[in-house]
């Protein structure tokens, strides 16, 4: 099993930054990837990046690339979601997964519990 809790959310005013983090723990080894989603009210869970355990290869969906940025701390077991520029369409819950694949949400089979994101003035 592993278990994934993630923090950093919160309430940030457009153009404005936030920093989230998804602590993982457990039976961790061998992970091939992890992602972050997101899902609106209303909307589908959508696929907003994910990181090569291991080579600390990045992927990015076009509405994140340019202003987030995916990162890991592998002896911390901890990937983090910088996020710049935040746009009010931003607004989501936001989850961390691990899984086997990059932006295939179907591949992932562990996730937290989410963190909200709200941009708002």
């Known amino acids: 099993q592993v278990q994934l809790v993630e923090s950093g959310g919160g309430l940030v005013q457009p153009g404005g930054s936030l920093r989230l983090s998804c602590a993982a723990s457990g039976r961790t080894v061998s992970t091939f990837a992890m992602g972050w989603f997101r899902q609106a009210p209303g909307k589908e869970r959508e696929f907003v990046a994910a990181?090569?355990?291991?080579?600390?290869?990045?992927y990015y969906a076009e509405s994140a690339k340019g202003r987030f940025t995916i990162s890991r701390d592998n002896a911390k077991n901890t990937v983090y979601l910088q996020m710049e520029s935040l746009k009010p369409e931003d607004t989501a819950v936001y989850y961390c997964a691990r899984g086997a694949s990059y932006s295939d949400l179907y591949e992932y089979n562990y996730w937290g519990q989410g963190t909200q994101v709200t941009v708002s003035s």
């Open positions: 990181i090569n355990w291991s080579r600390g290869n990045t």
